[in-house]
């Protein structure tokens, strides 16, 4: 059978709501929360190909996205080529595999009768949110809790916490969400956390979802020119101008660039008015008290949940397919396992960056078609293992990793690593001499999947319009009523700027006439033409 299989296609995280909304979370299975909605919009988590509809709002809840899942899958006949409600319960080499690059699958349907078939790729998606991490050893006295406590992977809505005393421990996404929603029905809500984090926004300047306003090639290159710790410093500025995050208790110890931030509208709100209050480190649990770091004490407390992390395994690889670096599976630019004899295996979705899951994993997947295809060629083992260590290095270097959280990747730096690799990556030069308008967008604006379709392998014809009508697919979830726009505005304002860039720029002459600095005098004598 000629045929690549894609194993556990829950690839999910907390900003990624798609998948188990069932009351009792599955084992092995990533999970969710009813509330829960994405925080990154709609124009970057969408597939390269395929816009999601411009009447759908720019932050969905995890029942649009599923919606654009099923459109996405109907609309390229996928539909017919999945066989649904099958988990798989190993993933072996076979006796020939030297030889043939193939592997044997054992798989269990919904009546648990096992089924073994042959393939000659594997492609695993099972991403890395399906363990949940739960150190109770960590959390002295948790015995004696005289409540209840439970993993952020249980939780699915604040029902049960009415009226009662609360305390999230753990900072990331998860708890930030669950801290708010349970404050609005909890006695007190209580927000523990070792470090601290930096908190932004879904919204930005004038409304636009913060990912379409900075996550561009031009910041992207600002980031390549400027020193990180003075990005960072301005970054933070402009976060503690919104709320002061020293006295909102949640300053971190680390710089704001260094780890991927807390995306939360609401925390700060819910801080200001006290249904949240954040605290250090829980030191110990004694009863239904809870001790921490800094000497106080909260009583009476009636439920624990523990916003902890998950752990990663692959149970149903041979322990002999994943190489370990450091505290990550040393994958070759995080997809292909570098010490296998044939390139037949790869990861896909197996990544951390601030930005959306899907145009990555994409990448990735057009990247392992062409490799498993013959199209593209892997380096040798010996190198791609040299690349592994080295990216293992680097991200030690540039960002906090731990082993609950192994990798963390710069999104455009790795989208346009991935697409040279498939032949798509857009050239800058190219589009400035043969298509202006087009360069504008692609510099400017934000780094949509679109850019990987406007040439290269798999060039897709709308990609260019796609990309000059993602804001009028960004505004359309707001046309719900008519308001008069005053076009004079946007006049007056162009001329204010107009005044004062020629107030500026006459001012700077007058100034440089009256004292010019020597080397300009220098300059401009070497400039002028000498008479004989």
């Keep these: 059978m000629s045929s690549s299989l894609l194993t556990h296609t829950h690839t999910h995280n907390p900003h990624l709501p798609t998948h188990n909304t069932k009351e009792v979370s599955e084992p092995n299975r990533a999970s969710i929360y009813r509330s829960l909605t994405i925080n990154i919009s709609k124009e970057m988590m969408c597939f390269s190909d395929f816009p999601i509809p411009a009447d759908y709002p720019n932050y969905m809840h995890h029942s649009r996205i599923l919606q654009y899942f099923r459109l996405y899958a109907e609309h390229f006949k996928l539909l017919q080529h999945i066989r649904f409600q099958t988990s798989v319960r190993s993933v072996r080499q076979r006796p020939d595999f030297s030889h043939s690059g193939r592997w044997e699958v054992v798989t269990e349907n919904r009546e648990g009768q096992e089924e073994r078939h042959m393939f000659d790729s594997v492609i695993v998606c099972s991403g890395h949110y399906s363990y949940p991490h739960l150190p109770l050893k960590d959390f002295s006295g948790i015995e004696s809790f005289e409540g209840k406590y439970f993993h952020s992977w249980d939780y699915k809505g604040p029902e049960d916490l009415y009226g009662k005393r609360v305390v999230v421990?753990?900072?990331?996404?998860?708890?930030?969400?669950i801290a708010v929603e349970s404050s609005r029905v909890a006695k007190q809500v209580y927000l523990s956390t070792r470090r601290g984090a930096w908190v932004i926004r879904v919204l930005s300047d004038n409304g636009l979802p913060v990912d379409m306003k900075y996550n561009t090639r031009f910041v992207h290159i600002l980031f390549q020119l400027l020193p990180v710790n003075w990005l960072s410093w301005f970054g933070e500025k402009k976060l503690n101008a919104m709320y002061d995050h020293t006295m909102y208790a949640l300053k971190p110890k680390h710089r704001l660039f260094s780890t991927i931030p807390v995306i939360n509208d609401e925390l700060p709100n819910k801080i200001l008015t006290g249904g949240v209050m954040v605290k250090p480190n829980v030191q110990q649990i004694r009863g239904s008290s809870v001790v921490f770091e800094d000497g106080?004490?909260?009583?009476?407390?009636d439920v624990i949940v523990f916003a902890t992390g998950y752990n990663y395994d692959f149970p149903f690889l041979p322990s002999n397919v994943m190489h370990k670096s450091g505290h990550r599976v040393g994958l070759?630019?995080?997809v292909f396992p570098p010490t296998l004899e044939h390139p037949t295996m790869a990861v896909v979705g197996f990544i951390h960056a601030l930005g959306a899951i899907m145009p990555q994993a994409e990448m990735q997947s057009r990247w392992v078609t062409r490799v498993f295809k013959g199209h593209k060629k892997l380096p040798s083992n010996q190198a791609m293992l040299k690349a592994v260590e080295y990216d293992t290095k680097d991200m030690d270097k540039n960002y906090i990793v731990s082993k609950l959280v192994p990798l963390q990747v710069d999104f455009v730096s790795y989208?346009?690593?991935?697409?040279?690799?498939?032949?798509?990556?857009?050239?800058?030069?190219?589009?400035?001499?043969?298509?202006?308008?087009?360069?504008?967008?692609v510099l400017w604006g934000p780094v949509t999947a679109y850019q990987y379709r406007i040439t290269g392998p798999g060039k897709w014809s709308g990609a260019r319009q796609a990309i000059f009508t993602q804001f009028e697919r960004m505004f359309q979830p707001f046309k719900t009523r008519q308001?008069?726009?005053?076009?004079?505005?946007?006049?007056?304002?162009?001329l204010l700027?107009?005044?004062?860039?020629a107030?500026?720029?006459?001012?700077?002459a007058y100034y440089f006439h009256l004292q010019p600095p020597s080397s300009l005098t220098y300059l401009l004598s070497k400039l002028t033409p000498q008479r004989a």
């Design 169 to 177: 421990i753990g900072i990331g996404n998860s708890g930030g969400d």
């Design 296 to 301: 106080s004490v909260v009583d009476k407390v």
């Design 332 to 334: 070759y630019k995080h």
């Design 415 to 441: 989208m346009d690593d991935i697409a040279g690799e498939v032949g798509v990556r857009p050239s800058l030069a190219w589009l400035f001499f043969t298509d202006y308008p087009l360069f504008k967008r």
């Design 483 to 494: 308001v008069e726009e005053k076009q004079g505005c946007s006049v007056v304002g162009r």
């Design 497 to 501: 700027k107009l005044s004062l860039t």
């Design 503 to 508: 107030m500026v720029g006459g001012a700077a």
